[in-house]
């Protein structure tokens, strides 16, 4: 029996959700779209999908209203793509899930730190300022490199922009 590719008979909302981030590589995109990346090409150089596949799933995530899509040249025509009020909602439980990651799948520690960019104290398991008692909303983040971080790894623009402290949902320009 050939593996169904949806999750119609389901009637849950943990199911409705993944029909719109569950696929392969979108919630790097989000994921990537929270960091400040924005444009085709440097999602396509910082992820290494393929084309085809980061084609489709910026369009589905436009279609879902989690991105939207905003010209920045005319002729010809080329978009960034910007995260939506619905697709900002997803930073807590991508927070969450790399934080999970960190404690469960990493032998090397976090590759990222997330800090409350106004009084620069790192963030708890539910991105919370432990300092401040608040809910740390992505745009007031600031994201550090971490003790996991291995810079040999990859040598593409975007993620020698982000080798850097670098606030959420600010752009990165992966110029080179």
């Known amino acids: ?3 169904g590719t949806d999750y119609a008979r389901q009637d849950c909302n943990f199911a409705r959700a993944l029909e719109v981030v569950g696929e392969r590589w979108s919630l790097l995109i989000v994921r990537d779209a929270f960091y400040g990346v924005r444009r085709f090409s440097d999602f396509l150089t910082h992820l290494d999908v393929p084309r085809a596949v980061l084609t489709a ?3 589905s995530l436009v279609e879902s209203g989690v991105l939207r899509k905003e ?3 005319q002729a010809p025509v080329r978009h960034d793509y910007v995260l939506t009020d619905a697709g900002r909602e997803l930073w807590f439980p991508l927070y969450a899930l790399a934080r999970w990651g960190e404690r469960h799948a990493s032998a090397t520690g976090p590759c990222r730190l997330f800090h409350h960019a106004d009084c620069g104290t790192r963030l708890d398991l539910l991105g919370n ?14 994201m550090r490199p971490g003790p996991g971080a291995d810079p040999t790894l990859r040598d593409d623009p975007v993620t ?3 080798a850097r402290p670098h606030r959420l949902l600010r752009p990165v320009r992966a110029a080179g």
């Not at 300022?129 to 600031?142: K, T, Y």
Request: proline share 12%; with cysteine; aromatic share 4%.
């Open 1 to 3: 029996m050939a593996l």
């Open 57 to 59: 799933r910026l369009a």
């Open 71 to 73: 010209a920045y040249q």
């Open 129 to 142: 300022c432990p300092d401040c008692g608040c809910s740390v909303p992505p745009e007031d983040v600031e």
């Open 160 to 162: 020698r922009a982000l």
